[in-house]
T-cell receptor, first 115, second 114 residues
Framework: GAVVSQHPSRVICKSGTSVKIECRSL??????MFWYRQFPKQSLMLMAT?????????EQGVEKDKFLINHASLTLSTLTVTSAHPEDSSFYIC???????????FGDGTRLSIL | GNSVTQMEGPVTLSEEAFLTINCTYT??????LFWYVQYPGEGLQLLLK?????DKGSNKGFEATYRKETTSFHLEKGSVQVSDSAVYFC?????????????FGQGTRLTINP
């Protein structure tokens, strides 16, 4: 149980393109979803926390207009990287939690490469 | 703020060796503690957790004990396998109940040679 599916697993696109990444909880209702960014050989950096039906809470230094997060249902959250540039290239990972203090369950990540 | 510090990697061992990956934390209150494992090109998988002092989390031969007196949560395995090669992250839960976030250590890359 507690499976989180993230799609796509890899994206390569040109500079200036907007890219949408989906995160779905397959067998539980995700009250809260998290979006992380991971640079090579580094730890995960929390970008934002989203609760179903409300606006995402962004961590300090993360541009809200650059990284649009939507959590419209209890099983789906999306991250859109708008007008992506090479410096946005990274590994993006989502996680989901059903309620309260339950552990987060992670997707397999999306490797984004901007040319 | 709360933080997690892991031993520097990378760590390279031979198969069947004993493994210890050190993890210490700084926190106010009583966080839950976690070990996550990340295989190449994948997201993180929860390996084990402990929610209060002296709890021992265990899974797949790995174990870690929540030591409040030393603020530690060291990961151990008695006999590692090649398939254990991965990056291991220690983490703690941070924030008020119901709104907790994870704070990760920097990760320790483990390579097991046959």
């Amino acid at each position: 149980g507690a499976v989180v599916s993230q799609h796509p697993s890899r994206v390569i696109c040109k500079s200036g393109t907007s890219v949408k990444i989906e995160c779905r909880s397959l067998d539980f209702q995700a009250t809260t979803m998290f979006w992380y960014r991971q640079f090579p050989k580094q730890s995960l950096m929390l970008m934002a926390t989203s609760n179903e039906g409300s606006k995402a809470t962004y961590e300090q230094g993360v541009e809200k207009d650059k990284f649009l997060i939507n959590h419209a249902s209890l099983t789906l959250s999306t991250l859109t990287v708008t007008s992506a540039h090479p410096e946005d290239s990274s590994f993006y990972i989502c996680s989901a939690r059903d309620w309260g203090d339950q552990p987060q369950h992670f997707g397999d990540g999306t490797r984004l490469s901007i040319l | 703020g709360n933080s997690v510090t892991q031993m520097e990697g990378p760590v390279t061992l031979s198969e069947e060796a004993f493994l210890t990956i050190n993890c210490t934390y700084t926190a106010t209150g009583y966080p839950s503690l976690f070990w996550y494992v990340q295989y190449p090109g994948e997201g993180l998988q929860l390996l084990l957790k402990a929610t209060k002092a002296d709890d021992k989390g265990s899974n797949k031969g790995f174990e870690a004990t929540y030591r409040k007196e030393t603020t530690s949560f060291h990961l151990e395995k008695g006999s590692v396998q090649v398939s254990d090669s991965a990056v291991y992250f220690c983490a703690l839960s941070d924030g008020p109940r119901g709104a907790q976030k994870l704070v990760f250590g920097q990760g320790t890359r483990l390579t097991i040679n046959p």
